[in-house]
């Protein structure tokens, strides 16, 4: 699930009735102006009745305005315990399943951006035509929760660059073990996070836009052959122009 900025209430209302064990996140801000320096990952864990959680930030700043990478004093993984730190925008886990600890995976990012379309939408909500914008990628990182149950999840938010999101993605497959899972916003269609490998999408189903789903960008993959898993009926958040999707596993 992606997070925009103004969210607030509705983004607590949204995680509550999603009513997830773990839940991963993308476009997360924490300590950004624009968001009223909330700290949303953290409001996401409560709202879920998650003691567990991370925020790993891709960024110092506010995308699309000023930014800038990592440096060597900045925290990689924030968590509860974690002193505060300057504003960033990255991915996040909350979880209510014990969390032995979690691990961050840098991916770097394109050295070119490209035009993208961006689905028309005021503030009011009112649907307008698509717009094409040039956007310079941002560096890429990966969550992992070492879970206690013996699972491991990674959750990230890949490159929109055609070619440099596979290459992204065959990394975190060569990272994982057994009993391995990753989830995440992409930015790959037609199911081609499976392609050529023994990984297989939990869900198919289109994710973007959320009002209109005409493709999907948002996955859950493995590569357990005898995993027993049931889809869970997907539930609009209406705050996010991303779908979110669930499964249930035993």
Known sequence: MSVPPGSGGNLNQAVARLGADLLAVQEVDHGLLRTGRSEQMRD??????????????????????????????????????????????GIGIASKIPVKSF?????????????LIIPGETESGQKM????????????????????????????????VPGFNVRQLNKLKKFSGPRTIIMGDLNLPKNLPTVGSQWKSLILQNTYPSWSPKIQF?????????????????????????????????
């Open 44 to 89: 996401i864990a409560q709202s879920m009745n998650a003691p567990y959680w991370a925020f790993a930030p891709s960024i110092i700043g506010t995308p699309g305005e000023i930014w800038r990478p990592l440096d060597s004093n900045d925290q990689r993984i924030i968590t509860e315990s974690s002193p505060r730190s300057e504003g960033g925008y």
């Open 103 to 115: 691990e961050r995976i840098e991916l770097g990012n394109s050295p070119i951006g490209m035009p």
């Open 129 to 160: 035509k698509p717009r094409f914008i040039y956007v310079r990628d941002e560096p890429r990182v990966a969550l992992v929760a070492h879970l206690e149950n013996g699972w491991t999840i990674i959750t990230t938010h890949l490159s929109f």
């Open 218 to 250: 948002d996955y859950i993959l493995t590569k357990e052959i005898d995993i027993q898993f049931e889809h869970i009926a997907t539930i609009s958040t209406g705050i996010s122009d991303h779908l979110p999707i669930s499964v249930s596993i035993t």
